[in-house]
């Protein structure tokens, strides 16, 4: 069982910090973390190791110092890592990452057959849960995403049972292998790194690959020219017209200012008095 | 949408007036993907086709729903509830392998579509199947994907949609275009966009069209179905009335507070991404971009600073009251009324106001 896990480096959100003057989002010092989401797809990809035996890769594509987050993975227990960073990749949207991703995992299968790829579901900087899909589409393999639980893997006859959250309820699927997972968050828990694993982090190797190395020829596929879509403008959203009435009173006590404010709201927009009154009923 | 923001293209700065490549100029008209499980249709469909039909008329085309199901009259029904919401005309592909979702024959039979038909916009919801057929048909079509928007427009000039969402972590808001490929597309989440009136004397054109697989040539099988247990689950997109605490409640203990003044206004208690992340409640509570949109008639956030993440899934509230100990907190600039204090003494009062509001409205009534 080879099962490689897309991992993606993504800035701290509660680290972030907006400039005060030009509005852009402030990303030097701010402390990066593998993507929350996707460790509960490396979580996923170890336990079925635990139970399998086999293989587990974790890939990334992004600049040098994503290194780290694959370094991390390691000390979670992943037996190897690969890097994608080149600078035609740079500007990549979603199609041209998944574009990128397809390719290194091409070249991971030739050293190893991949039987699963895993993901997180989404990401939380882009939030697009697009890469996913994208990979799978561009693999040829069987899509499962948001999928909640792995109910059974049958290794000998190439199939997976799985539990996928759907609108309004869970659908069972059964698949055929090799497939591509996006593994929903909250089912497990990421085990604590190990201090042989640990170690064996800060010496691993990571594989870093140009887009040579992860078999790209046509790098009209990558980065800003394999990428259809293009940010055309950065705007502050429009403030309402009028700003929040603060509700003021002579005491400026909660009580008094809670009645203050119960009596204009009802004053200005009788159907939210309605609206409460009706729960009186 | 760009994966690596600090990578993200510059705007096109010229002033060169953009020409539509020849080949993609025969994309005409705006889809939406008429989503539908056990039956009923998602309300997002209908959200999106009343959008569509500003943006059709802004563009001068058709607005067309995309059917998809297994044979018969509910499958067809659904073609008349897009007529009813706006669409002039429906694609319909009725087979019995469309029974559930799954990812294979619903990507085979909207791409399909797309290929034959050439809409120059299509929309899907962001739900978790829109999510899923997006990726996959945006991939499969090599064209661009935005997702999660908040706002939708169109550039007359060069007929380009201009997708909007808010950027990561800050207080901004993005537009993303696919500029030389054909279709547009874009997901929006559920609630963000307003529902269109219903008017069933709207009538349109069926389309027909077939799905060309047999079962066999299918991987993926759906053994089973399990329903969610709705009683027991949050409802925050519907509810009327929502109260919200945010990281400025402090403690988990202090989230007594919101959940009390719920209690009296029997409503639905909501959180921002901070507070869903530390656990003080579940993940179906989180309000925001990447949790749940609302349109409550009354919103009351106690303790949240207003940061565009939380703001996009709440400001379309009809009214919004804010408690914040900071009168500079972004949420006081839209918000309706603000009360600039302690949340932890504002909302044992607040409540006490509304209980003794009700008291007085059940001896009058």
């Known amino acids: ?281 | 949408m760009s994966e690596a923001t600090e990578t993200q293209k510059p705007a096109p700065t010229g002033k060169k007036k953009f020409e539509l490549d020849e080949r993609l100029k025969a994309y005409k008209g705006i889809w939406v993907f008429i989503e539908h499980e056990r039956g009923v249709i998602h309300p997002v469909s209908l959200e999106l086709l009343g959008e569509g039909r500003k943006l059709a008329d802004m563009l001068g085309v058709e607005l067309a729903g995309v059917v998809m199901g297994p044979p018969g009259d509910t499958t067809r029904s659904f073609c008349h509830e897009a007529f009813f919401h706006g669409a002039n005309l429906c694609y319909l592909v009725e087979d019995a392998l469309l029974t559930d979702y799954r990812n294979e024959p619903y990507t085979k039979g909207l791409t399909d579509l797309v290929n034959k038909y050439q809409p120059e916009i299509l929309f899907l919801g962001a739900t978790t199947l829109g999510r899923d057929l997006a990726g996959s048909v945006a991939t499969t079509l090599k064209t661009g994907l935005t997702a999660d928007c908040t706002e939708l427009n169109v550039d007359l000039d060069a007929r380009s949609l201009l997708a909007s969402r808010p950027t990561f972590g800050g207080s901004l808001l993005c537009t993303i275009q696919t500029l030389n490929y054909r279709p547009q597309m874009a997901t929006v989440r559920p609630r963000v966009m307003a529902m269109p009136e219903r008017d069933a004397s709207r009538n349109g054109r069926i389309i027909e069209d077939k799905l060309g697989m047999v079962e066999s040539s299918i991987i993926t099988k759906v053994l089973e179905f399990i329903p969610d247990e709705m009683q027991d689950k949050p409802q925050l997109p519907f509810a009327d009335i929502i109260v919200s605490g945010g990281r400025g409640m402090k403690k988990p203990e202090n989230f007594k507070l919101i959940w009390d003044l719920a209690a009296v206004l029997g409503a639905e208690v909501g959180a921002t991404r901070p507070v869903v992340q530390a656990g003080w409640v579940e993940l179906d509570r989180q309000v925001g971009q990447s949790g749940k949109t609302v349109r409550p008639k009354l919103y009351i956030a106690a303790g949240i600073s207003g940061a565009i993440q939380h703001r996009v899934g709440m400001d379309a509230s009809d009214v919004i009251i804010a408690i914040n100990n900071d009168p500079n907190a972004p949420i006081f600039d839209f918000a309706h009324y603000g009360i600039v204090g302690n949340a932890m003494t504002i909302l044992p009062a607040l409540t006490e106001a509304f209980k003794t509001h009700l008291a007085m409205a059940r001896k009058a009534g």
């Not at chain 1, 055309?232 to 200012?257: G, H, M, W």
């Open chain 1, 1 to 281: 069982m080879h099962i490689v896990v897309c991992i993606k480096q993504v800035p701290d959100s509660a680290q972030i910090r907006v400039h005060p003057v030009t509005n852009t989002i402030m990303r030097q010092g701010v402390p990066t973390i593998v993507n929350p989401y996707d460790l509960f797809a490396l979580e996923e990809a170890l336990r079925i190791k635990d139970q399998y035996g086999g293989r587990v890769t974790v890939l990334t594509m992004g600049p040098p110092m994503a290194e780290a987050a694959l370094r991390k993975a390691i000390s979670y227990g992943a037996d190897d890592a690969v890097l994608v960073t080149d600078r035609v990749f740079a500007g990549s949207d979603t199609l041209a990452t998944s574009f990128a991703l397809a390719s290194a995992i091409k070249q991971i299968n030739k050293d190893m057959p991949v039987d699963l790829v895993f993901t997180g579901k989404q990401t939380i900087d882009g939030d697009t849960a697009q890469v996913g899909p994208g990979v799978a589409k561009r693999l040829d393999m069987q899509l499962l995403t948001y999928v909640s639980k792995i109910r059974s893997l049958d290794i000998e006859n190439k199939e997976i049972v799985v539990e996928r959250r759907s609108e309004g309820g869970v659908q069972v699927l059964k698949t055929k292998i090799p497939s591509l997972i996006t593994v929903l968050e909250g089912n497990n828990e990421m085990r604590f790194a190990t201090m042989a694993n640990m170690f064996r982090a800060a010496r691993y190797p990571v594989k870093i690959w140009n887009k040579d190395a992860a078999g790209i020829e046509d790098i009209t596929k990558t980065g800003l020219k394999g990428s259809p879509t293009v940010v055309s403008k950065v705007f502050a959203p429009t403030p309402r017209a009028v700003k929040a009435e603060i509700i003021q009173c002579e005491s400026n006590e909660p009580k008094d200012l809670s009645v203050t404010l119960l009596t204009k709201m009802f004053t200005k927009f009788p159907k939210i008095e309605k609206e409460i009154s009706k729960r009186a009923a």
